[in-house]
């Protein structure tokens, strides 16, 4: 009876141990897997949120970018690099709040209800965050 309780257990441990592991989603898969708006964007001391009001950005999988305020459609494109950890968006715009937007952001997090992206620079000055679209 020992034995066999013995065995049972080397077999769950063993069993236990082969589970994969699961790795967290990437930004890609987050971005395209729904529509997103802008939930806070700031500028050193400037809250630029407010200018982002309406506005669905819906990122594809190929690399294009479609920002709606409800009036115009403007194109871009996005990348993710996943070794430096950030993504770069470049929207067709003369609007101000996505020329605002086109740069190469850091990621701090990302997951299916919110990417939060810093600028690159040591002392973080600019952030934005994209919540889901609803």
Known sequence: MKKSFT??????????????????????????????????????????????????FLFTADGKLKVD???????????????TETVTMDILSPLFELDFVSREWQVSSSSFTGVNLKDDKAATTQELRFAVWQ
Not at 29 to 52: E, H, P
Not at 69 to 83: A, F, K, L, Q, R
């Open 7 to 56: 065995l049972l257990l080397v077999f769950v441990i063993l069993l236990a141990a082969c589970r994969k592991k699961t790795e967290p989603p990437t930004v890609t898969s987050v971005l395209v897997s729904k529509a997103w708006k802008v939930s806070f964007a700031r500028d050193f001391s400037s809250n630029y949120t407010i200018l982002f009001t309406g506005m669905k």
């Open 69 to 83: 305020d409800g009036t115009t459609i403007y194109d871009g494109t996005w990348s993710e690099n996943p070794v």
